[in-house]
């Protein structure tokens, strides 16, 4: 243990109430399927409210792929308890339509026919759109159907004073947060293939999604690639991962290097988008041609958030007033459970990230951005591989070694929650974790396999069998009247909205793109 982390653990000690007042709020998509299993074709369904308003029920790229969106509480209980309800009310409007359970996605049809979301005529609405069609452009829309839950964790802003008083730092109490925010950043880097590990779930995959591209995959069945020893194949290199941006890995040393790494890349003309252009026989084909369109195209594993205001960009709202909580993406949507993602998971996650923002971070050098990398990719493509080695300071050390150790140190952090919430249910959590760790049998992507075999059926056949079972348990449970109208009541709200945006909407949408573009390059840090 360092003795930074020693320090900020008693101190902690003393403290307990705050370890209370975390927040957490999650993300979790999913794509709409007919009752056989295909790619939904039709829009957005209007009972669900408008998808460029309605604040917990919106799509992500495609019209058919959903976002479900809850508010940041302090308890991950009820978090979760609002995302299930969501599910809830989403198979009310459905039809005899299905939520696809797992993250990779189900037998989709030719490129062309994967509808791009839609968010009707306002300048914001149109941007969003061809935001989308240049991802098309850039990186196939089959890609793009790829589903994921996204965790976002703050600790609680009364925090980081205490912190910086006991370690005297002549920092400012927002630089404080926003630095401390960066090094949690760089020690996940560090430790987040354990994190794949653990809660990977996508060993396998439709082979209509390679599209006939070059794969090292083995043929599972007819229909089905996988990995025998893979956890996380949607994050991979062949899946929800670019290329274009491989060279863009922003350096994680403090806050302001990063938004300057980030504003560089949505500046930077990249040669075979020029070619392109961002129109194509008159119709806008992509909102610029540089590396990245806007920063939300940066495909990272984990980000440095601050709440935006209307119309503010993301760098915008870290530059003017720092980091606020960090969002979490690498996370597989575990097919097993009904909303992707159990409060035992988000239990070790919160001692998982304290652990990451609490032990010290060295800045990441000498080659340590490549060794995350490698450790990252070793662990999607074959973390239960028996004796698997990862590389730790450039020495070889077992994947179970090296998981076992770190468990040990997340345990003091989960020791602490516990304390806090007078309870022991995430050292519970932990050792579900260290389970995973001494018998591989027990992670969900062992566990996608194994019922895959025992039933001997296809990636889609499993995933479609899951679909329905969770869908059963939605139907059967349908929401207290009042939970229910209080959902209706949010989809009419923001229908409202979007008309309302739409008619006040004034001005032309070449300037309106212009002027967004401008508004990332005039900030300095
Ligand atoms: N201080 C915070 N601590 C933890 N979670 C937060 C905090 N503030 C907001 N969140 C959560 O972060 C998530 C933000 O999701 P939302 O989709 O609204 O924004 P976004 O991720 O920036 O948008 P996009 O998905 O378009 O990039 C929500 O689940 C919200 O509850
Ligand atoms: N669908 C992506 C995330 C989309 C986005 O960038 O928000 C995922 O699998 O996590
Ligand atoms: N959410 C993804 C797909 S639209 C992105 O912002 O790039």
Same mark, same amino acid.
């Given at each position: 243990?360092?003795?930074?982390?020693?320090?900020?653990?008693?101190?902690?000690?003393?403290?307990?109430?705050?370890?209370?007042?975390?927040?957490?709020?999650?993300?979790?998509?999913?794509?709409?399927?007919?009752?056989?299993?295909?790619?939904?074709?039709?829009?957005?369904?209007?009972?669900? /409210?408008?998808?460029?308003?309605?604040?917990?029920?919106?799509?992500?790229?495609?019209?058919?792929?959903?976002?479900?969106?809850?508010?940041?509480?302090?308890?991950?209980?009820?978090?979760?308890?609002?995302?299930?309800?969501?599910?809830?009310?989403?198979?009310?409007?459905?039809?005899?339509?299905?939520?696809?359970?797992?993250?990779?996605?189900?037998?989709?049809?030719?490129?062309?026919?994967?509808?791009?979301?839609?968010?009707?005529?306002?300048?914001?609405?149109?941007?969003?759109?061809?935001?989308?069609?240049?991802?098309?452009?850039?990186?196939?829309?089959?890609?793009?159907?790829?589903?994921?839950?996204?965790?976002?964790?703050?600790?609680?802003?009364?925090?980081?004073?205490?912190?910086?008083?006991?370690?005297?730092?002549?920092?400012?109490?927002?630089?404080?947060?926003?630095?401390?925010?960066?090094?949690?950043?760089?020690?996940?880097?560090?430790?987040?293939?354990?994190?794949?590990?653990?809660?990977?779930?996508?060993?396998?995959?439709?082979?209509?999604?390679?599209?006939?591209?070059?794969?090292?995959?083995?043929?599972?069945?007819?229909?089905?690639?996988?990995?025998?020893?893979?956890?996380?194949?949607?994050?991979?290199?062949?899946?929800?991962?670019?290329?274009?941006?491989? /060279?863009?890995?922003?350096?994680?040393?403090?806050?302001?290097?990063?938004?300057?790494?980030?504003?560089?890349?949505?500046?930077?003309?990249?040669?075979?988008?020029?070619?392109?252009?961002?129109?194509?026989?008159?119709?806008?084909?992509?909102?610029?041609?540089?590396?990245?369109?806007?920063?939300?195209?940066?495909?990272?594993?984990?980000?440095?958030?601050?709440?935006?205001?209307?119309?503010?960009?993301?760098?915008?709202?870290?530059?003017?007033?720092?980091?606020?909580?960090?969002?979490?993406?690498?996370?597989?949507?575990?097919?097993?459970?009904?909303?992707?993602?159990?409060?035992?998971?988000?239990?070790?996650?919160?001692?998982?990230?304290?652990?990451?923002?609490?032990?010290?971070?060295?800045?990441?050098?000498?080659?340590?951005?490549?060794?995350?990398? /490698?450790?990252?990719?070793?662990?999607?493509?074959?973390?239960?591989?028996?004796?698997?080695?990862?590389?730790?300071?450039?020495?070889?050390?077992?994947?179970?070694?090296?998981?076992?150790?770190?468990?040990?140190?997340?345990?003091?952090?989960?020791?602490?929650?516990?304390?806090?919430?007078?309870?022991?249910?995430?050292?519970?959590?932990?050792?579900?974790?260290?389970?995973?760790?001494?018998?591989?049998?027990?992670?969900?992507?062992?566990?996608?396999?194994?019922?895959?075999?025992?039933?001997?059926?296809?990636?889609?056949?499993?995933?479609?069998?899951?679909?329905?079972?969770?869908?059963?348990?939605?139907?059967?449970?349908?929401?207290?009247?009042?939970?229910?109208?209080?959902?209706?009541?949010?989809?009419?709200?923001?229908?409202?909205?979007?008309?309302?945006?739409?008619?006040?909407?004034? /001005?032309?949408?070449?300037?309106?793109?212009?002027?967004?573009?401008?508004?990332?390059?005039?900030?300095?840090?």
């Amino acid at each position: 243990m360092s003795d930074l982390l020693n320090r900020r653990l008693s101190l902690l000690g003393n403290h307990l109430p705050l370890l209370k007042q975390c927040l957490h709020g999650i993300e979790r998509e999913c794509l709409r399927v007919t009752a056989e299993g295909r790619l939904a074709q039709t829009p957005h369904p209007e009972a669900l /409210g408008s998808a460029l308003t309605n604040e917990q029920i919106t799509t992500d790229y495609s019209e058919s792929l959903l976002e479900f969106i809850t508010p940041a509480l302090a308890d991950p209980a009820e978090v979760l308890d609002n995302l299930e309800q969501v599910h809830r009310f989403v198979y009310t409007q459905l039809g005899d339509e299905y939520l696809w359970s797992p993250s990779m996605p189900c037998a989709l049809p030719a490129e062309e026919d994967i509808p791009i979301a839609e968010y009707g005529t306002s300048n914001i609405g149109k941007l969003k759109h061809v935001y989308r069609k240049g991802l098309a452009l850039r990186y196939g829309r089959t890609m793009q159907c790829i589903a994921g839950i996204h965790y976002n964790f703050s600790l609680p802003e009364a925090l980081w004073p205490l912190l910086r008083q006991d370690e005297a730092s002549a920092e400012s109490d927002r630089d404080y947060q926003s630095a401390a925010y960066i090094a949690l950043i760089r020690n996940f880097r560090r430790y987040s293939w354990l994190l794949m590990y653990l809660f990977g779930a996508s060993p396998a995959l439709d082979k209509g999604f390679l599209r006939g591209r070059a794969h090292q995959l083995e043929e599972l069945d007819g229909e089905t690639l996988y990995l025998p020893y893979a956890t996380s194949l949607r994050m991979s290199d062949l899946g929800y991962q670019s290329n274009a941006q491989a /060279g863009l890995t922003p350096c994680y040393n403090n806050l302001a290097s990063y938004t300057d790494s980030l504003r560089k890349a949505v500046g930077t003309p990249y040669p075979p988008y020029v070619e392109v252009g961002t129109h194509v026989d008159g119709e806008w084909v992509q909102l610029n041609t540089n590396i990245l369109q806007i920063e939300n195209e940066y495909y990272s594993n984990i980000r440095p958030k601050r709440v935006t205001y209307t119309g503010e960009r993301p760098i915008q709202a870290l530059t003017a007033r720092g980091v606020q909580y960090v969002e979490v993406r690498c996370l597989d949507i575990n097919p097993f459970l009904p909303v992707g993602i159990d409060l035992t998971e988000a239990r070790f996650l919160d001692a998982f990230l304290l652990f990451c923002a609490l032990d010290e971070s060295p800045q990441l050098e000498n080659g340590e951005c490549n060794q995350c990398s /490698g450790n990252f990719l070793s662990v999607v493509k074959e973390g239960r591989r028996p004796g698997l080695e990862l590389q730790r300071d450039g020495q070889p050390i077992t994947l179970k070694a090296w998981a076992s150790e770190l468990l040990g140190r997340i345990g003091q952090l989960a020791e602490l929650l516990d304390r806090a919430h007078g309870s022991d249910e995430h050292a519970t959590a932990l050792a579900e974790q260290q389970a995973k760790v001494d018998d591989p049998e027990l992670t969900p992507s062992a566990q996608v396999l194994a019922r895959m075999t025992e039933h001997d059926e296809t990636f889609v056949k499993f995933a479609l069998r899951q679909s329905q079972l969770h869908a059963d348990n939605f139907r059967q449970q349908p929401l207290p009247a009042e939970r229910q109208q209080a959902f209706e009541t949010l989809a009419r709200d923001s229908l409202a909205e979007q008309s309302r945006l739409e008619q006040q909407e004034v /001005g032309d949408f070449d300037l309106f793109v212009g002027a967004y573009q401008a508004s990332i390059l005039a900030i300095s840090n």
